[in-house]
């Protein structure tokens, strides 16, 4: 009995460990979403002025940013091994091949994300805080970021 147990577990996880995960893809790609809002919706609209300034709104995405960017490189620990149905953007193989590579990226955006805290004060710095963060945040895209459509 118990020995049918074991077997029947290791088979679950074999099945598991080669199948691909939507539920993963899905959640790794609301993360970057999030993240994604801050940066191209807040401080991108407020810098060209489409949005008007908004310090409680800035210093609101300035916080999502120091809370959650540094949480990249655990939440693409496991290769979903699929894409997002539909999504224009998903995630290279390189990830998971130069996973060490993939997570030095993090470091620089952390970094520009501390240096800027506190200085930004109108559309004239939101600006230059989006052009800089932008830098630092397609330092990894550009090579592990697939454009799919
Ligand atoms: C260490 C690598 C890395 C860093 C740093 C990084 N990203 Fe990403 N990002 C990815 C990967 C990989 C994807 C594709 C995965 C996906 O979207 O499912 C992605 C996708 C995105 C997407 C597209 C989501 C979609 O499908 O529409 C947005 C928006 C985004 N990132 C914003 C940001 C912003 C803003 C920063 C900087 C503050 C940032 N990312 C920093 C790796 C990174």
Known sequence: MKK??????ALLLGSSAVMADQKLAVEQDNFMRSIGK?????????GKGDLPYDQAAVDAAMAQ????VPKIPTLFKDNPKEQVVNATYGSSEKIWQNKADFDSKVPDVIKTVADLK?????????KMAFEAINKSCNGCHETYRLKLK
């Open 65 to 68: 940013l120091e809370a959650d």
């Open 38 to 46: 801050a940066v191209y919706v807040t401080m991108l609209k407020m």
């Open 4 to 9: 049918a147990v074991v077997v029947a577990g």
């Open 118 to 126: 506190g200085k930004i004060k109108d559309q004239a710095s939101v």
